[in-house]
């Protein structure tokens, strides 16, 4: 069979083509109740009171809670805990003091959801208003006032300092050319296309939850220990889901409360979030500053840099932490370059704005815009070629596997694979560069604005430190593979169907791959970093070698024979000869297989990007006209679903480098609450985009995984911003404005216009 390595079309799509995909909203219980929560309209204040007697009054309304009715839990950091950051964790209703605009403080519960919704408007939160911190290296300076009491460090939570290689100030000084800039990554969010919802339901002394997905095994063993259940006493069913990107499935302030309500109640409770809601509950990302400082010599040899960043974390410390953001920094600054030298600062900040957390390529994307819009800057102090330059400091495949042992960072960065000066040469000639760059030029002659860029970055991958797989006959005549990761729409059970019809040598069409039920499957630790094709499909790999294994022996106990004279075919255990005679299904010998699959280490992989772009002179409009991504991804399991990934993910680059935004004013309301006001790119404005996918050497077979894969799933998005930053300063001349996102007409208008040599502006 040759399944892995085809583009076989995507075993998840019929239900949702046809209408017969169930959602979370899609799911109702019998005598189901539903809930609305109340949510602070002020940025920042003291709780004077939670009036809700009205909403007791209206006819249908089963239950208001505020905090002094609920547990007084915190909800605790999944990823990298520190214990700066346990007096900033949320909890999942507002007491004593708001943080941020929709911060939840009451729950209603009614009969029906408009019943509910209009109780929930009845229910009146007086806050005594303080002043908000909405100015990240604003509320990191000495002497901010503090959002949180008894926190020693201010609003700065979790310092990140790091060096590696020779002394950078001696680096500095023998430098013939220094470049420093301060960056800024705006702050933007996933924006799934469907919105979060729960429906939980209590009976018989088990609860099950319709609607988590992502980190399913986490959150039941946290959800447990709040309600003082035993894991196996609670059931989460993972139904179908309308994007992920990061932000869906960590543990939210609801996903205590609506489980919680429904033990309380003794009934089905659901929970459906408006796109409202959305824009201020789940969890933003991205916001980032970082003064960058680069030395080289004269002729464009990198020799060290400086880097103090700034993450800005919102008002609460959720799942992710404020570890997690920093560490992705240091760890991803230096990229696929050689430096002598580094040295990088990464803290994390509070403000009153809605908690952050990940977003597709975490801090990935910000590292390479901060890194390679400076390279791009060196190149233009140097006036060098930036893709020459960069070519000449991309580590070698003699260096390989390439090592920095940064200090007081934990693990070491690891170039454990690939071949960067071949991703960058593959990038190159798919892109046509020199062809396209005698366009542009040709086109500059007629007046026109256009440019073209770069970027080049590393990607780290495949973090949580196993997986679970059991493989098993099915009771249809196939077979069922129970993987403890999620599906988030990536084609996760295409692929690893895929793999596991090569590995038993039979049809795809008999594969099924169970993820959705914790009562399945009994651990996992889902979907998340890029890991599951990796990961999810190592532990897949070893539960069919396992099946075979028992298999074999069983067939062999049976037949009276020994192992040696037997062989698996295709499903059974057949005699070297093929005498049918001799042969038994494996269906028959009533094995099962399962692995645990452990890679305690992440992986490193390395891609490129091109954009190329116009401007619009009278409007500063931005125009992609063309991006082309070239990235190692090791074996491509479904090349097309490996095409789609890098695609989508450059759509969303687009997204982020030139529209969307989460602005607040100073009052700290925020002004993008509807995709009215919060632009995201639309089939006109995402650019065609050309993939080139990698199979490259791994060099430290310790690392590797049984399928040789690598990831897909961020690759498209991580080098986005800065590549079409620098196609834009190509275009109309750089200029520090072009170091801050998102990339607005008004702002490259102005460059565009500054010096037309006869006054006007």
């Known amino acids: 069979m ?5 583009s076989v079309p995507r075993v998840e799509d019929a239900p949702l083509l046809t209408g017969d995909a169930r959602f979370v909203d899609d799911i109702g219980l019998s005598a189901q109740l539903h809930a609305r929560v109340v949510r602070s309209d002020v940025a920042h204040g003291r709780i004077v009171a939670v009036r809700a007697d009205a909403a007791r009054a209206r006819p249908g309304v089963v239950r208001v809670i505020s905090a002094v009715d609920a547990p007084d ?3 605790p950091v999944r990823m990298m805990p520190s214990d700066e950051a346990k007096p900033v964790t949320q909890p999942p209703l507002a007491r004593d003091v708001v943080r941020y605009v929709g911060e939840p403080v009451a729950v209603v519960v009614a009969t029906d959801p408009y019943t509910a919704e209009d109780a929930a408007a009845d229910v009146e939160v007086e806050i005594e208003p303080a002043a908000p911190l909405l100015d ?20 700065v939570i979790n310092t990140l300092r790091s060096r590696w290689g020779r002394d950078v100030d001696e680096l500095f000084a023998a430098a013939g050319v220094v470049v420093r800039d301060r960056l800024r990554v705006q702050r933007h969010f996933a924006t799934p296309l469907e919105t979060r919802g729960l429906v939980a339901a209590y009976a018989d002394g088990r609860l099950t939850v319709h609607g988590p997905t992502k980190v399913k095994h986490f959150n039941r063993t946290l959800l447990a220990g709040f309600l003082g259940l035993e894991e196996d006493a609670i059931r989460f069913v993972e139904p179908d889901v309308g994007g992920g990107f990061g932000a869906r499935g960590e543990f939210y302030p609801e996903d205590f409360l609506i489980p919680w309500l429904a033990i309380q109640l003794g009934r089905p409770v659901k929970w ?3 796109r409202r809601e959305c824009f201020v509950a789940l969890n933003h990302s991205r916001e980032t500053w970082c003064d960058f400082e680069i030395a080289a010599t004269n002729d464009g040899r990198l020799l060290g840099f400086r880097a103090a960043c700034l993450v800005d974390q919102g008002a609460y410390a959720r799942t992710h932490g404020t570890v997690l953001m920093p560490w992705v920094l240091v760890h ?4 696929p370059y050689v430096w002598e030298g580094l040295e990088i600062e990464a803290r994390s900040v509070l403000t009153n704005k809605t908690p952050s957390g990940t977003y597709r390529a975490p801090c990935q994307y910000e590292a390479a815009f901060f890194r390679e819009r400076m390279v791009d800057r060196l190149a233009a102090a140097l006036d060098a070629d930036p893709v020459a330059m960069r070519a000449r400091n991309l580590i070698t495949t003699e260096a390989m596997p390439y090592r920095m042992e940064l200090s007081d960072i934990t693990p070491p960065v690891v170039y454990d694979n690939g071949d960067f000066p071949q991703v960058v040469d593959a990038l190159l000639g798919r892109a046509e560069h020199e062809r396209v760059g005698a366009e542009c030029d040709a086109r500059r002659a007629r007046g026109e604005l256009v440019g073209m860029g770069m970027a080049a970055y590393v990607e780290e991958t495949a973090f949580g430190r196993h997986e679970y797989a059991t493989i098993a006959p099915s009771e249809d005549g196939g077979w069922v593979a129970h993987v403890g990761i999620a599906s988030l729409g990536q084609g996760v059970r295409t692929a690893l169907a895929q793999v596991v019809a090569d590995e038993l040598r039979v049809p795809l069409a008999q594969v099924e791959i169970s993820h959705r039920d914790t009562d399945l499957v009994p651990q996992g630790f889902g979907a998340y970093a890029s890991r599951t094709t990796i990961i999810g499909g190592g532990a897949v790999v070893g539960g069919c070698d396992d099946l075979k294994r028992k298999a074999l ?15 698996v075919g295709p ?26 699959f452990d890679k305690p280490l992440p992986t490193f992989d390395m891609g490129a990007c091109v954009a190329e772009v116009a401007v619009d002179r009278d409007t500063g409009e931005i125009r992609v006209e063309r991006m082309v991504v070239s990235h190692d991804i090791g074996t491509a399991i479904n090349p097309q679903l490996v095409d789609g990934q890098l695609v989508g993910g450059a759509a969303q680059g687009v997204g982020g480098t030139l529209f969307e935004e989460l602005a607040y004013d100073p009052s700290g309301q925020p002004l993008s609450t509807s995709f009215m006001d919060y632009l995201m790119p639309t089939a006109a404005e995402v650019p065609p985009v050309a993939t080139v996918q990698l199979d490259l050497p791994h060099w430290d077979p310790a690392t590797a995984n049984p399928l040789r894969a690598k990831a897909a799933g961020e690759g498209g998005i991580v080098g986005a911003g800065a590549a079409i930053a620098n196609a834009v300063a190509d275009a109309v001349g750089d200029d520090p404005i072009l170091s801050h ?5 008004d702002a490259v208008h102005a460059i565009a216009n500054h010096d037309q040599g006869d006054g006007t502006t």
């Open 553 to 567: 022996a069983a067939a062999a106990d049976r037949l009276e024979i020994s192992q040696q004279d037997l062989e």
């Open 136 to 155: 990240g290296p604003g509320a990191a300076a000495p002497g901010a006032a503090a959002l949180h009491d008894g926190v020693p460090t201010g609003n």
């Open 571 to 596: 499903g059974a255990v057949v005699h070297p000869a093929g005498n049918p005679s001799r042969g038994i299904p494996i269906a028959e010998l009533g094995v099962t297989g399962e692995c645990r």
């Open 332 to 335: 991803h600054l230096a990229g």
């Open 73 to 75: 839990v915190r909800i």
């Open 741 to 745: 996102l998102p990339l607005t007409p």
């Open 272 to 274: 459906v979030e408006d």
């Open 2 to 6: 040759t399944y892995v390595g085809a």
